[in-house]
């Protein structure tokens, strides 16, 4: 256990659903971060929360909306996905600066 | 533009054997290193990390070695077990914002045989 939780494990939806996933951190960090993991791909990070405020958007499309009510919850709202969308989904917090990040076992989510 | 990158993205050892994975980057402002240990099923987990003030350092069976002339890292791993089996992964951390952003190579996979 890293204390970054992620809900639900798995996820299937269609192209017209709304859906949302959830992080917790329980390491008392002050940023988060949500990535998207692709087969045979880098990590690719999608947004960046530090005290509760985005700081870093990496262009991705607005069919994700990133929300950080608290310095322990991420949220990843999803609509009108397309398939290649179907990725894992990693959430990491860290304490801020030049610090490792500690991952969530991620949301396997396939878009269909 | 800059990129952080794994030289083999498979890597097939004996137990017991000492593994090397190996790992470029090209932003020369990058200053924090960090190799990251991912298993099926699971996210990735911190293994060791270095500044760029270092060379070396070292960890429980661990070394992670810098040459910043050629902007390489490895991760050389001593007496490698089946419980090593996983995707390794690099990431330079760069500052963005005033946050530290990390960027990751794309993973190396380990195969331990027993």
């Known amino acids: 256990e890293t204390g970054v939780t992620q809900t639900p494990r798995h996820l299937v939806m269609g192209m017209t659903n709304k859906k949302s996933l959830k992080c917790e951190q329980h390491?008392?960090?002050?940023?988060m971060y949500w990535y998207k993991q692709s087969a045979k791909k880098p990590l690719e990070l999608m947004f960046v929360?530090?005290?509760?405020?985005?700081?870093e958007n990496n262009s991705v499309p607005s069919r994700f909306s990133p929300e950080c009510p608290n310095s322990s919850h991420l949220f990843l709202h999803l609509h009108t996905l397309q398939p290649e969308d179907s990725a894992l989904y990693l959430c990491?917090?860290?304490?801020?600066?030049?610090?490792?990040?500690?991952f969530g076992p991620g949301t396997r989510l396939l878009v269909l | 533009g800059e990129s952080v990158g794994l030289h083999l993205p498979t890597l097939s050892v004996q137990e017991g054997d000492n593994s090397i994975i190996n790992c470029a980057y090209s932003n020369s402002a990058s200053d924090y290193f960090i190799w990251y240990k991912q298993e099926s099923g699971k996210g990735p987990q911190f293994i060791i990390d270095i500044r760029s003030n270092m060379d070396k350092r070292q960890g429980q069976r661990v070394t992670v070695l810098l040459n910043k002339t050629v902007k390489h890292l490895s991760l050389q791993i001593a007496a490698t077990q089946p419980g090593d089996s996983a995707v390794y992964f690099c990431a330079e951390n760069i500052v963005s914002g005033g946050s530290y952003i990390p960027t990751f190579g794309r993973g190396t996979s380990l195969i331990v045989h027993p």
């Open positions: 990491a917090s860290s304490p801020g600066g030049e610090k490792t990040q500690y």
């Open positions: 929360y530090s005290l509760e405020e985005r700081v």
């Open positions: 390491l008392g960090h002050n940023a």
